[in-house]
């Protein structure tokens, strides 16, 4: 059964950089394609980014895009999603997902806990 934890998340500045971890299991990660998704407080939960699983066929939301980047390191079995510039509005519960075929929406059949990133002003 394949199973997703997200670490990486916390407090930090406006401004400031978090590198958020999905660590897989359970099956081959390789043939996973992995999606990150996140829900702010009062608000539904919204597409990220998601990666194909070469590490390939990255795919950002338009609002994300040189923000955010998507990666993975298949060797580790884990995804990453690096953040620069936090802003305020980035304040959510971050989640990583993961699927064999490529999904638009939120169709993913595996899904993580989440983390929470707060950013402060």
């Known amino acids: 059964q394949v199973q997703l934890v997200e670490s990486g998340g916390g407090l930090v500045q406006a401004g400031g950089s978090l590198r958020l971890s999905c660590a897989f299991s359970?099956?081959?990660?390789?043939?996973?394609?992995m999606g990150w998704f996140r829900q702010a407080p009062g608000k539904e939960r919204e597409f990220v980014a998601r990666?194909?699983?070469?590490?390939?066929?990255?795919f950002y939301a338009d609002a994300l895009k040189g923000r955010f980047t998507i990666s993975r390191d298949n060797t580790k079995n884990t995804g990453y999603l690096q953040m620069n510039s936090l802003r305020p509005e980035d304040t959510a519960v971050y989640y990583c997902?993961?699927?064999?075929?490529?999904?638009?929406?939120?169709?993913?059949?595996?899904w993580g806990q989440g983390t929470q990133v707060t950013i402060s002003l």
């Open positions: 997902a993961a699927d064999t075929s490529i999904v638009d929406g939120m169709g993913y059949d595996y």
């Open positions: 359970g099956r081959s990660f390789y043939t996973y394609t």
């Open positions: 990666i194909g699983w070469s590490g390939g066929s990255e």
